[in-house]
């Protein structure tokens, strides 16, 4: 078998620069989410450095077929990070739409569940393995996320719910943990906030060493944590 690590939300801003950065391990890099393309990722990684996995994340089915290929195809996925998720927000609660409290909860707790009840039971069996989900800032601090507490509530739920896991996976050996990022440095947050002074949010790429790290053996004894990214956001 060869190692693999699978990144979810592989087509997004942050999901593409965790690709690059685990392109240049000795893993093959199992993209997994929307808008991913094999011919794309074989013209910038080359061919047989990534597997494109075209997928609806909060899909059991889904998952089942990509986990029935990927033993198909002899890889074993011993670290992810999962990086599918969105921002709707903008009104206060009482003006806050079912569709929109509805699809924070689906693309950042759903997929997050969903993901992990899929690959947790091969690491289990292994007895090895690291997962990383990214959270946000709104997690840990939620009284900053005024107009948007749909977001704010549906990270803080995924958060609780890898810490939970990482507690029942502890034993194992297998490893679960949570990135805190703060506004990103992508370019849909460029567009929506061109005013803004872009020195003091984090970059992608500064994400992908930190998560790199979590899923290493230097990060053996790290598991359950919630890891502020804040870049230059004051505490
Ligand atoms: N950007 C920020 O400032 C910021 C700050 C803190 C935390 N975060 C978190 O960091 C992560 C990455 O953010 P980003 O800015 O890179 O977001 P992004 O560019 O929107 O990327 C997210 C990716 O996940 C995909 N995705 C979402 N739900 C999916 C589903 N159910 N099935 C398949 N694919 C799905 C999206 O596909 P579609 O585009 O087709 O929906 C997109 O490709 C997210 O979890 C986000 O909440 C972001």
């Known amino acids: 078998m060869a190692r693999a690590v699978l990144i979810s939300g592989a087509g997004g801003a942050l999901g593409s620069a965790l690709v690059a950065h685990f392109a240049q391990s000795d893993a093959v890099v199992v993209a997994a989410g929307r808008g991913v393309v094999q011919a794309e990722l074989d013209a910038k990684y080359g061919v047989g450095r990534t597997l494109a996995a075209p997928l609806e994340l909060a899909s059991e089915v889904g998952w089942r077929e ?109 490893r679960v943990n949570a990135i805190l990022p703060s506004t990103i440095d992508t370019p849909a947050n460029r567009s929506a906030m061109p005013k803004a002074d872009f020195t003091r949010w984090v970059a992608p790429a500064s994400l992908a060493q930190v998560a790199g790290f979590l899923l290493s053996d230097a990060a053996r004894d790290i598991s359950g944590a919630a890891l502020p990214v804040y870049g230059r956001v004051g505490v």
């Open 66 to 174: 990509l986990v029935e290929r990927l033993t198909r195809e002899e890889l074993a996925v011993d670290g992810a990070v999962l990086a599918a998720g969105g921002w709707r927000g903008g009104a206060p609660l009482s003006e806050t739409g079912d569709d929109v409290w509805s699809s924070m909860l689906a693309v950042n707790l759903e997929t997050a569940r969903v993901s992990l009840r899929a690959l947790l039971p091969g690491m289990l069996g292994a007895r090895r393995g690291s997962i990383v989900l990214v959270a946000s800032l709104a997690a840990a601090r939620p009284w900053e996320s005024a107009g948007a507490v749909a977001y704010a509530a549906s990270k803080a739920a995924a958060l609780a719910l890898v810490q939970a896991t990482a507690a029942e996976a502890l034993a194992s050996g297998v």
